[in-house]
């Protein structure tokens, strides 16, 4: 490996895609890229990347089980994982998104090597628990999917092990932005109602099925994937904290603000209806997220997140173009 700086897992995927185009715009081009592109359209999205190569993530495990020589990298930024929150195949997820985690973690541990993973707000379950990243919070959490079950699982495993002294993880809550085609019906709500209103003017939104919620108030924490991007970077420099932490606004918005915000920039008025939430999903469904950003503040990163109105923007303009 002593050709690459960084590896970047999860690379084609939306944040990696995000994340490998910011470092290349700062001027990295030395990196090593690993996804499963398969037989997919995600390839599509290192179209204007610059790298030295891109291995399957099999690739990757076996070199480091193999005890491969680091060479040079400096850092590993772990965002591959399986985040269908509908997958079903616990022993699937409990491989790819812990055990695989852990073998990176490990080998990146043993070459002092800095490393950077996605954990995700899937964690925090139906939020009776609040959404705080201190670590003595950590234990008590009870995630509504295997998903996010299975990010919890390293969650956990760092934690009991005190490797929060010396990597750091991402609680990413709701992400969106461009490049997410490829995500099919895991993208994010501003590309399904982009192509709603485009084709028939008008957007679906799940009806509310708890009194407490009016239809479309449901709340989530919005991030623009440029935030997530400068966020997981800044964790990535060797004299950055480490530690678990949240990526969020740390401002609920609502589902019909988002939407009210895609009309907008497609300069169309509102036409919103409501119809059934499926029945698999009304009992595992986060009516509310927001992240309490106080614990990365703390730590002195300052930098401001988009506004929602600005990120799906942005968002929007790229998806015309």
């Given at each position: 490996?002593?050709?690459?700086?960084t590896i970047i897992t999860g690379a084609a995927g939306f944040i990696g895609r995000?994340?490998?185009?910011?470092?290349?715009?700062?001027?990295?081009?030395?990196?090593?890229?690993?996804?499963?592109?398969?037989?997919?359209?995600?390839?599509?999205?290192?179209?204007?990347?610059?790298?030295?190569?891109?291995?399957?993530?099999?690739?990757?495990?076996?070199?480091?089980?193999?005890?491969?020589?680091?060479?040079?990298?400096?850092?590993?930024?772990?965002?591959?994982?399986?985040?269908?929150?509908?997958?079903?195949?616990?022993?699937?997820?409990i491989d790819n998104n812990y055990r695989y985690s852990r073998d990176l973690c490990e080998w990146c541990l043993q070459h002092d090597i800095r490393f950077v993973y996605a954990s995700s707000a899937a964690t925090y379950g139906d939020g009776s628990k609040g959404y705080c990243d201190e670590d003595e919070g950590t234990p008590e959490l009870e995630p509504l999917n295997m998903y996010g079950y299975s990010k919890h699982m390293f969650d956990l495993w760092a934690l009991k092990n005190g490797l929060f002294d010396h990597i750091a993880g991402l609680k990413y809550f709701n992400v969106y932005g461009p490049y997410e085609q490829h995500k099919d019906d895991m993208r994010s709500v501003v590309h399904k109602a982009t192509e709603q209103i485009l084709a028939e003017g008008s957007v679906k939104l799940f009806r509310s099925h708890r009194p407490d919620y009016e239809d479309?108030?449901?709340?989530?924490?919005?991030?623009?994937?440029?935030?997530?991007?400068?966020?997981?970077?800044?964790?990535?420099?060797?004299?950055?904290?480490?530690?678990?932490?949240?990526?969020g606004t740390g401002q609920a918005r609502s589902w019909l603000d988002l939407v009210t915000a895609v009309f907008s920039a497609l300069d169309r008025e509102p036409r919103i209806e409501f119809i059934d939430m499926p029945e698999q999903l009304q009992g595992k469904y986060q009516y509310f997220t927001e992240a309490d950003m106080a614990k990365l503040r703390n730590t002195g990163y300052d930098a401001p997140f988009h506004s929602l109105e600005e990120g799906v923007r942005k968002t929007v303009e790229s998806i015309l173009a």
């Open positions: 490996m002593n050709d690459f700086s995000n994340l490998v185009a910011e470092l290349n715009r700062r001027g990295l081009n030395n990196l090593l890229l690993v996804d499963e592109l398969g037989k997919t359209e995600k390839w599509k999205n290192l179209r204007g990347l610059f790298y030295e190569d891109i291995w399957d993530p099999d690739m990757l495990r076996q070199a480091i089980l193999g005890e491969v020589d680091p060479g040079q990298i400096q850092s590993v930024i772990h965002l591959g994982a399986c985040s269908a929150t509908t997958e079903r195949d616990a022993d699937y997820l479309g108030k449901q709340l989530r924490d919005f991030v623009f994937v440029q935030d997530a991007v400068d966020l997981t970077l800044w964790l990535a420099e060797s004299d950055s904290p480490s530690g678990l932490f949240n990526c």
